[in-house]
């Protein structure tokens, strides 16, 4: 049974660079906010290249034991057990590190033979260094926005990958994703996404997010199953951006006015 491919719309070069990153065994970083389709556009590059993907949602308690493997014990014996990072080394799949900078210092310090002409993991608790498959490829997201300051990555670490920046898409392509994902009629995707762009010009809101692709998808799915447009607008827009009941007025007011 063949899968689907994954719907990816190309905003830039960033198919062609992948592919060339991939020949050549560089690492490839995805820099942007979130819900721009940084994950989206990695399941398509493993599918185009027909390559197994194994994702980590990284976060501040990603530890490099996490990624590597661990000793477990199995009835009256310990054995141990690879960690998703060493299989996809051993079997030449790609992993993607999603959010990277969330994780734990030592994940970074792990991985930093991987990313240079080594290209090999040494793992402590075996005392044994692996070498790449030909075909592994580590790719790596982050979010150089949020939080100002706090997680970013170091510019060693970003130095070792080929990076591609992701942003909101411009109007006419969201507009596009939107009936491609959802199948949603073309004036109530063009809506959506003017909501879009009016609340992302919205500075003076201050929200710590402000409205990804992810979202709209969602709104555009809820109506078009069957559910009032200003109520999936309200509960898969508005609602996820803030807890602050007045600016949930103020946008519930906005987007009552555009759709």
């Known amino acids: 049974m063949s899968v689907k491919t994954p719907y990816y719309h190309a905003i830039g070069k960033e198919i062609e660079v992948f592919e060339h990153a991939f020949k050549n065994k560089i690492?490839?970083?995805?820099?942007?906010p979130t819900g721009t389709g940084k994950s989206r556009f990695i399941e398509f590059m493993a599918h185009k290249l027909d390559k197994k993907l194994i994702t980590i949602s990284c976060h501040e308690e990603t530890s490099s034991t996490d990624l590597i493997g661990r000793y477990i014990i199995k009835g009256a014996e310990t054995i141990w057990l690879d960690?998703?990072?060493t299989t996809a080394i051993k079997e030449g799949a790609i992993i993607y590190l999603d959010e990277i900078a969330e994780?734990?210092?030592d994940v970074i310090v792990a991985i930093h033979s991987l990313t240079d002409h080594r290209r090999e993991l040494f793992i402590?608790?075996?005392g044994e260094?692996?070498?790449a498959h030909v075909d592994f490829m580590l790719v790596a997201s982050f979010n150089p926005g949020y939080q100002k300051g706090f997680k970013e990555l170091k510019p060693s670490t970003r130095q070792r990958f080929v990076a591609t920046s992701f942003a909101y898409p411009e109007a006419k392509i969201e507009t596009e994703?939107?009936?491609n994902e959802?199948?949603?009629e073309l004036d109530v995707a063009k809506k959506l996404v003017n909501i879009a762009t009016k609340i992302r010009n919205l500075t003076e809101l201050g929200l710590a997010e402000t409205v990804s692709t992810r979202l709209l998808v969602d709104a555009a799915k809820l109506i078009h199953s069957g559910l009032p447009k200003r109520l999936s607008v309200e509960v898969a827009v508005v609602e996820p951006l803030t807890d602050d009941l007045e600016v949930i007025e103020a946008l519930k007011d906005l987007c009552?006015?555009?759709i």
């Open 177 to 179: 994703i939107l009936v």
């Open 103 to 105: 994780a734990r210092p």
């Open 129 to 131: 260094t692996v070498k």
């Open 124 to 126: 402590d608790k075996l």
């Open 182 to 184: 959802t199948g949603i």
């Open 256 to 258: 009552n006015l555009m």
């Open 83 to 85: 960690g998703p990072l």
């Open 27 to 32: 690492p490839f970083l995805l820099k942007g």
